[in-house]
């Protein structure tokens, strides 16, 4: 049981596990995909580096500094993240499932929108990009979901009961492994997506054709936004909505960093993750003295 787990090892990430490493709890970072700050080639206005540091350098010394401060940190892709009972939640990776009072969103804001014709056309109309969300709206209907890595699957898993039959388009990228009754693997590359009122056909780039009602959308690793709609978080387009001390929603959730929008500023990100590291430690220590209370009335 870990008291807080955080996606991502960015700025804002690595900066929350260091508060929250110093106040003793026990924290647990999980990050897989690239930052954005690695393609930086050169931050010239972040304090301290009077000529400027590359964005992967800075971005290696943070893990580092975490790991030097005995901060577990895993290099492991999260596919889900659930809540469990008595105020606590699991976080489920390509490898193992972890147990966590508290989590912290913090793996920047990306939104991957595939470069096909016709895709942004009809988002809200057939297209989306989270399967516990809409997949109701397709009970016993031909669906597709776009992408060929472990959050692709993970989407099918979530339509499998639903859908009556799934396709995981590849566009032309290796096959994932996956082995279900009612799903097929097509790996063409598509050349459009095609509808009137809403989505319809997935044409491809040797002019054949499927029909499909709707298309859900999970390319690459699955971000903060896609998990927080999942878990019933309040979004607004595509960034998690949190109040000043970061907090979400859902107690015992947090979110810092690009994923709560503003600024896409190293700066903001150090700032986010170190206050909500600082109101990760108020919740535990609360949670605790409330324990303690309830045992004692017990007694």
């Given at each position: ?7 991502g ?15 003793n ?9 690239e930052s954005?700050?690695?393609?930086t ?11 400027g ?58 939104k ?9 056309n ?22 597709s ?43 063409r ?16 780039e040797?002019n ?5 009602d709707?298309?859900f959308?999970?390319?690459g690793?699955?971000g ?18 949190v ?25 903001k ?31």
């Amino acid at each position: 049981m870990y008291d807080v787990i955080i996606i991502g090892a960015g700025p804002a990430g690595v900066s929350a596990g260091l508060y929250t490493k110093r106040a003793n709890l026990k924290v647990l970072i999980l990050y897989k995909d690239e930052s954005a700050l690695e393609k930086t080639e050169l931050i010239e206005n972040y304090y301290g580096f009077e000529k400027g540091i590359d964005g992967k350098a800075l971005y290696t010394s943070g893990i580092q500094q975490a790991k030097n401060l005995e901060i577990e940190v895993k290099k492991e892709e999260v596919i889900n993240v659930q809540i469990a009972e008595e105020k606590q939640f699991v976080v489920i990776t390509e490898r193992e499932t972890y147990k966590t009072k508290t989590v912290i969103f913090a793996t920047g804001n990306k939104k991957n929108t595939p470069k096909i014709k016709g895709i942004k056309n009809f988002e809200g109309k057939g297209v989306s990009y989270c399967a516990i969300c809409d997949g109701f709206f397709y009970r016993n209907k031909e669906v597709s979901v776009l992408g060929n890595g472990r959050y692709a699957i993970s989407e099918a898993n979530e339509l499998m009961n639903i859908a009556k039959g799934i396709t995981i388009l590849t566009d032309g990228k290796e096959a994932p492994e996956i082995r279900a009754d009612n799903v097929r693997i097509d790996t063409r590359r598509i050349r459009e997506v095609r509808g009137n009122q809403k989505i319809e056909e997935v044409e491809f780039e040797d002019n054949s054709k499927i029909k499909t009602d709707g298309i859900f959308v999970a390319l690459g690793v699955a971000g903060s936004t896609e998990f927080a709609k999942k878990l019933g978080i309040i979004t607004q387009k595509d960034r998690i909505v949190v109040n000043e001390n970061m907090e979400t929603n859902i107690p015992g959730i947090f979110a810092c960093g690009d994923c709560v929008g503003g600024l896409l500023q190293v700066s903001k990100s150090v700032y986010e993750g170190t206050k909500a590291g600082l109101q990760v430690i108020q919740y535990i220590r609360k949670a605790s003295i409330n324990e303690n209370k309830d045992f004692d009335a017990q007694i």
